[in-house]
């Protein structure tokens, strides 16, 4: 082995949902939104002008910042924007968690974190999900250098009351909590979307007022349609986020492009169409969760656009195979306790009569 590689820093990366490029894929195994983004998005793209490319985009991406901002019901110094919540909470974990006690976080969750904490050597300790897959609050009750957990949580669908999520915080004054809500928008009900409202009664934005040590993640990726454009945000006191731009500003000045900039202002002004793409992905889980049941499957009452199945006599990774073949993609993780699941998004009503007509023919 060359001396210098001696010097590298070695990670083991995380590994993304496949892409893969087969025609006539049922693509449901990154969960992403089946719905296309909003029309204005693209009119916004179309109209980008040569000048606007030609220079560097506002570092402070105010105008995202501001949208941001508005849909969230907070002052603009609130707010921090990025690539994706993966770079807002790479960022987050680089900023916060820099106490050399070791953060926690749930032994099922969004795999990333393990990954980001090796990156920034933090040191962390994993809590256990109960057997229903809950978080366990009081696990959380300890002495630690920082809290992060997603609500609803991934890949298990499984969404936190608010009220849990207060006590979590009570506990933790003295340390920063990071509550990833890449999924909260589809924990919302009927009427809290037809009532124009963004912000659901489960979401820690509600607590923000409350605890200057929360932070919230939220992306445009899962129910905004823009999984392709990157486009993430944090929410916290103007103290925290002043601390998440130093640590930016250390970085790359200029994270968000022009175009993501445009895209971004565009979709939050259309959001009476999200919430009605929001409530019919909602009506299509629900169907399909008393369709699933019939089949026998079993999965955890889910708050987000996926469902996390199991069934007592087929093998989920065969399942995986054979949907696989029927160009049907969901996601199956070979891990500890969660090997006999799928993660299934939830995509359009033909896309998951597909599904089920097939579940249907193997499963008798
Ligand atoms: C999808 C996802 C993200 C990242 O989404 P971005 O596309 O980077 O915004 C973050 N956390 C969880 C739990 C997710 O499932």
Partial sequence: MPK???????????????????????????????????????????????ETLRRYP???SALLTEAVAKHCGVSPDRVFVGVGSDDVLAMSFLTFFASGRPILFPDITYSFY??????????????????????????YYRENGGIIFPNPNAPTGVLKGLDEVHRILEHNRDVAVIVDEAYIDFSGTEEELKSGCNVPASSALNLIDEFDNLLVVQTSSKSMSL??????????????IRYLNDVKYSFNSYTMSQAAIAAGCA?????????????????????????????????????????????????????????????????????????????????????MNALIAFLKKTIC
């Fill in 4 to 50: 210098w590689e001696n010097n590298v820093r070695r990670v083991i990366p995380y590994t993304p949902g496949e892409q893969p490029k087969i025609r006539d894929l049922i693509k449901l195994n990154t969960n992403e939104n089946p719905y296309p983004p909003s029309e204005r998005v693209l009119e916004a793209l179309r109209n980008l002008e040569a």
């Fill in 58 to 60: 506002d570092p402070a």
């Fill in 114 to 139: 393990d990954v980001w904490a090796q990156l920034f050597r933090i040191p962390y300790e994993t809590q256990p999900l109960d057997e229903n897959f809950r978080i366990v609050n009081r696990d």
């Fill in 227 to 240: 999984a392709g454009m990157r486009i993430g945000w944090a929410v916290g006191s103007s103290r925290m």
């Fill in 267 to 351: 979709a939050f002004s259309d959001m009476d169409y999200y919430r009605t793409c929001t409530a019919k992905i909602i009506a299509t889980r629900e169907r399909v969760k008393s369709e699933l049941s019939e089949l026998g499957f079993r999965f955890p009452d889910s708050g987000a656009n996926f469902l996390f199945v199991t069934h007592p006599e087929y093998k989920a990774a065969d399942l995986f195979r054979q949907l696989r073949q029927e160009k049907i993609l969901v996601r199956y993780f070979d891990k500890p306790r969660i090997d006999n699941y799928l993660r299934i998004t939830i995509g359009t009503d033909a896309q």
